[in-house]
């Protein structure tokens, strides 16, 4: 996966919760969480990606982290 592919994900994914944003339902509700952690994941791999690179690594060493990783960072 390229840095490409996952700004397409990312972009993918925004454009998906913001047309359920628009016309929000109960039934959405779900959906928009498990979009929030993607989105997390996606830029989570992505700054590991530019970490790499940026220290002479191969960006391709990045690991998708599991939800509960990226969900419990602190700001």
Same mark, same amino acid.
């Given at each position: 996966? /390229?840095? #490409?592919?996952? $700004?397409?994900?990312?972009?993918? !994914? ?5 047309? &359920? =944003? +628009? ?10 969480? /498990?979009? #929030?952690?993607? $989105?997390?994941?996606?830029?989570? !791999? ?5 970490? &790499? =690179? +940026? ?21």
């Amino acid at each position: 996966m /390229t840095d #490409e592919d996952i $700004l397409a994900r990312i972009n993918a !994914l925004v454009d998906e919760e913001t047309v &359920l =944003r +628009e016309h929000e339902t109960p039934d959405d509700v779900e959906r928009l969480a /498990t979009i #929030e952690v993607a $989105l997390d994941q996606c830029w989570d !791999l992505l700054r590991q990606r530019r970490a &790499l =690179r +940026e220290f002479g690594r191969d960006p391709a060493d990045a690991k998708l982290r599991k939800s509960d990783v990226v969900e419990n960072y602190e700001q």
